[in-house]
């Protein structure tokens, strides 16, 4: 099974950039597709980014323009770069990995970093 570990975090101006890393150890056979989650408190957690097979990418509406999902395989790194953030970005941002094991497909999660985005 593959483990993430996200860095990157921190606070931000708004109009600022950020740039997320997720790197990935373990096993990486069988991945289907990698993604940026965020949570907020009192909030489901929802999907920002997913790079699925293949390259294919698909952001969510109110990042759409602002953040880009890329992959470097020789480093076994996940990125996320956030441009022109805003104060409703601000969030706990989580690496994803959904991952067969066996025959079931398993949501694989690191641990969070926080992006906090004020004056």
């Known amino acids: 099974q593959v483990q993430l570990v996200e860095s990157g975090g921190g606070w931000v101006q708004p109009g600022g950039s950020l740039r997320l890393s997720c790197q990935a150890s373990?096993?990486?056979?069988?991945?289907?597709?990698l993604g940026w989650y965020r949570q907020t408190p009192g909030e489901e957690r929802e999907m920002v980014a997913i790079?699925?097979?293949?390259?294919?990418?698909l952001y969510a509406d109110p990042v759409k323009g602002r953040f880009t999902i890329s992959r470097d395989s020789a480093r076994n790194t996940l990125y996320l770069q956030m441009n022109s953030l805003k104060p409703e970005d601000t969030a706990v941002y989580y690496c994803?990995?959904?991952?067969?094991?066996?025959?079931?497909?398993?949501?694989?999660w690191g641990q969070g970093t926080q992006v906090t985005v004020s004056s």
């Open positions: 994803s990995a959904a991952q067969y094991i066996g025959n079931d497909l398993l949501d694989v």
């Open positions: 373990g096993s990486m056979a069988r991945i289907t597709s």
């Open positions: 790079l699925v097979g293949g390259g294919s990418t």
